[in-house]
């Protein structure tokens, strides 16, 4: 019941565009969940993260487990596809992954434009979890995919298009003229 409350007061993340102001901040988020969600659920969505770990501990929700499952399986066959582009070999860990992922991440990987390309996983990685989306709204589960989609909507506002390009042409002069940078 608890869920109810806390669900019917967060504000709808559907149809944001570039340039709406986000409605929640993650604080917020984590502060409304502090006073609905038990001690698990709560640690849960504060162990939730865009990036798995390969080696994670397993979670009781089925949402986050098929996310994570899916990120990792998104990132292996990007790395594959990146060193498959420079000829260089890449372990899969013994995973087989699904055709359908394997032309995502090269379709992205062709993308010359970075910020095109984060652009491009960012559609890909919200298809994905609409695909994850609960049938019961007023769930654990649904708390976790509405975080999840907080999380990407903010990460691809952090990109900055100036400084990307600039420290996109550094990178690649330094390449050119053979000198070490750090990124």
């Known amino acids: 019941m608890a869920e109810y409350y806390l669900i019917s007061q967060l504000p709808s993340l559907d149809g944001i565009s570039e340039n709406t102001p986000i409605p929640i901040t993650e604080e917020a988020l984590l502060e409304l969940c502090s006073r609905f969600l038990g001690k698990k659920a709560l640690s849960e969505l504060e162990n939730l993260t865009l990036v798995p770990q390969i080696d994670s501990a397993k979670s009781n929700s089925s949402l986050i487990e098929a996310w994570n499952t899916g990120e990792r399986e998104l990132r292996l066959a990007l790395g594959k596809a990146r060193a498959e582009r420079m000829n260089k070999p890449f372990d899969l860990q013994n995973k087989n992954l699904p055709t359908e992922l394997i032309k995502t991440a090269n379709t992205a990987v062709e993308i010359e434009n970075p ?15 609409e ?7 007023f769930s654990e589960d649904y708390i976790f995919y509405y975080a999840l989609k907080l999380k990407l909507i903010l990460r691809i506002r952090q990109f900055d298009v100036a400084l990307g390009e600039a420290t996109y042409k550094d990178i690649y002069n330094s390449i050119l003229n053979g000198e070490k940078v750090e990124a």
């Open 115 to 129: 910020l095109e390309a984060e652009n491009f996983l960012l559609r890909y990685r919200l298809n994905f979890l």
């Open 131 to 137: 695909t994850l989306r609960p049938m019961d709204s």
